[in-house]
């Protein structure tokens, strides 16, 4: 979209949103806890409704996608740091 292939841009953004919601159902990446807060989901449903209005929010949809994915990368930044936690508390490991 922001080459100006808008039509190209739209159709890839639903395919990658649909595989999104299908791929965290339940847990995402292997992780079970994924979007506790459901940050990632809100983001999502906010990037959905701009998508169904199609290009005349071509602007705010786009914002809204770089929100998604920002969600998205600091969710598994979390879901990642907790791993590494718990995997330090098992072992009997400091707390950091």
Do not use: C
Request: proline share 1%; charged share 40%.
């Amino acid at each position: 979209m922001r080459l100006g292939q808008d039509e190209k841009g739209l159709e890839s953004l639903k395919g990658g949103i649909t595989l999104l919601a299908r791929e965290s159902r339940n847990g995402y990446l292997g992780y079970e806890d994924w979007d506790l807060n459901g940050l990632v989901r809100t983001a999502m449903r906010r990037t959905v409704l701009l998508v169904a209005k199609g290009l005349e929010e071509k602007q705010n949809l786009m914002a809204a996608t770089e929100r998604l994915l920002i969600r998205i990368d600091d969710e598994e930044h979390f879901q990642r740091r907790d791993v590494k936690f718990q995997e330090r508390k098992d072992r009997g490991g400091p707390d950091d």
